[in-house]
């Protein structure tokens, strides 16, 4: 007779697999909670102490970890020495063995949970019968998760040995995660010698960044409720590859600001920011900060959309909305567009946000930094020109250096008090950068008193000279050139104010 060895924290689904085990000729061997599940359903099935004659112990921390399991399911049916081995120990092999782990990502990220009890719940027992199932997967099952009992059941049928060592793989893809979930928990260092991030497929994508390119979108186990991997999808077509890193880019914007704002993202860069008292004055001034590329983009907004907004919104082509909450109405309208994705996500700003690092693949590598959570106040300014700047010109450049910080660097922002006015992103010099920001932002009715701020120093005073050229009267820099009083003078010379924060913000 066949033997199964069963021990799992998940109970789906298992008394139907135990039952068609039995019928496929298995004993069962079983564990504590799994042991009394499958005999209170009237199946037969012996106790792990009746195989290894040794009672669980230590609170249950003590199993299954002895030779007669062990080397029931490590041994080569295809050895003869193995199987004499077995034969002088009266040790009966095991041919499945159907473990899932004790919960500890779970109960990790329970509120409230205590360190105790999460150490708790670090199976050492489970991933051991796992990795010796699947290291011998020529003979033996190794069952990990509760959706592959059907399959693992016609596989039993058709002696399918290629199912068997796909299912050794995926023991040992989850046995690295979850020891990979435990050494994240445990690891109090900011940068550890290996780093072992582990995440979960969510999405098997259409395509990637061109149509010739396949991909997928992993999630992290338990992500951020503020992130695009924990988001919602209500309505609209699936996100595509170019979608996620979008609405990606423009939730980290949205995240600056607490106040009602509007977010319109294209290619990896705010194309218009504004803010208002409702989100509906927000949205005008989103939109009206570039009502050309806003076209096709992506909008994140950090307040319930109402029928309002939703109407406005409506009358254009948009990838994806995403919002806290739509109202029924402004839901409604929205979904008569059946591409147009609306999803919801928890927002929050960076003020309240803890400090995190992000990830960024590069060959062969990853890069590994603290996510750029500064927010530079009216504190942090050094007033370094003649002409002081007054409080309306300090909120404006305020604004528009939380928006800097978003753009694709040389990194050029106009603005006024709650709205972008043009943006200068990804060229080669700095001075590109303003004339393009310039250009667009002179074309809005609110561009008169606009401020401009730079996500570096400028290196060369022709960026100043040509933006006082061009009607800017306040400019918000980090400093830090050899060359900053060039800027300074040059500034002075034309009459405009400027400040420095000693914070540079690039982003590649």
Known sequence: MKRALLSVSDKNGLVEFAQGLIERGFELVSTGGTQAVLADAGLTVMGVEDVTGFPEMLDGRVKTLHPRLHAGILARRDSDAHMTALAEHEITPVDLVCVNLYPFAETSHRAGVSQAEVIEQIDIGGPSALRAAAKNSNAVWAVVNPADYPAVLAGIDADDVALRHELAAKVFRTTAAYDAQIAAYLTQQAF???????????????????SHQAAAFYAEPYPEATSIAAAKQLHGKELSYNNIKDADAALLTLAEFSEPTV??????????????????AAWDRAYA???????????ALNRTVDLATATKMHELFLEIIIAPDFDDDARDLLAQKKNLRLMTVAMVDHHTRQPTHE??????????????????????????????PTLEQIDAMLFAQRVVKHVKSNAIVVANQGQTLGI????????????????????????????LASDAFFPMADSVDYAAKHGIRAIIQPGGSIRDQDSIDKANEYGIAMVTTGVRHFRH
């Open 192 to 210: 550890p010698e290996t780093l072992t991030p582990t995440y979960v497929r969510k999405q098997t994508l259409r395509y990637g960044e061109n």
């Open 263 to 280: 977010v319109a993202m294209k290619h990896m860069n705010p194309c218009g920011v504004g803010q208002g008292e409702t989100i509906e």
């Open 289 to 299: 900060a570039d009502s050309v590329s806003i076209f096709g983009g992506i909008i």
């Open 359 to 388: 990830l960024v693949s590069v060959q062969g590598g990853l890069l590994v930094q603290d996510v750029d959570q500064r927010v530079e106040t009216a504190d942090d300014l050094t007033i370094v020109t003649a002409v002081e």
């Open 424 to 451: 200068g992103a990804g060229q080669m010099n700095r001075v590109g950068s303003v004339e393009i920001a310039l250009a667009q932002a002179q074309q809005n009715a609110n561009f008169a008193g606009a401020v």
